[in-house]
């Protein structure tokens, strides 16, 4: 199976069966992102103690990659430190910004890396991004 091919499978099985979809009733936060431009939307809680991510709950509606990079985020940032989940966030914001160039480190951002083609489509990107964004807004609000 090509690697493009694959890739595509993994999106596409986080869009149909997405990850810690549904909002949870306890949250420390909730931060809702919109992307305009194609009317992609999400809503964000989060939980987190003692900088541990305890807990990540979205719900929205868009496009498949936008649906399936919220799957991605949430289960990759659940459990780790705040600390991590900023090295793993700027790990996939630098792969969304390589213009197709980047492959994305997998043991860090293991189905993350299926979004690399999503980087050569600058419309694309901010809807691979918007949960991202979600989270990263939430974190900050929590921290500070």
Request: charged share 20%; glycine share 8%; with cysteine.
């Amino acid at each position: 199976m090509e690697l493009d091919s694959l890739y595509q499978a993994v999106i596409l099985d986080h869009y149909r069966t997405p990850l810690h979809k549904g909002l949870s009733a306890e949250k420390d936060i909730q931060v809702h992102h919109n992307n305009p431009s194609c009317g992609d939307e999400i809503t964000l809680n989060l939980i987190m103690k003692d900088g541990q991510i305890i807990d990540i709950s979205w719900d929205g509606v868009g496009c498949s990659i936008s649906m399936a990079s919220a799957s991605v985020m949430s289960d990759l940032l659940i459990g780790n430190s705040y600390a991590k989940a900023t090295v793993i966030l700027n790990a996939f914001v630098e792969l969304m910004q390589s213009k197709g160039q980047g492959v994305g480190d997998e043991e860090l951002l293991e189905d993350g890396v299926a979004f690399a083609g999503v980087s050569k489509f600058p419309a694309r990107i901010k809807c691979a991004l918007l949960a991202w964004m979600a989270f990263k807004d939430a974190s900050a609000q929590v921290m500070a």
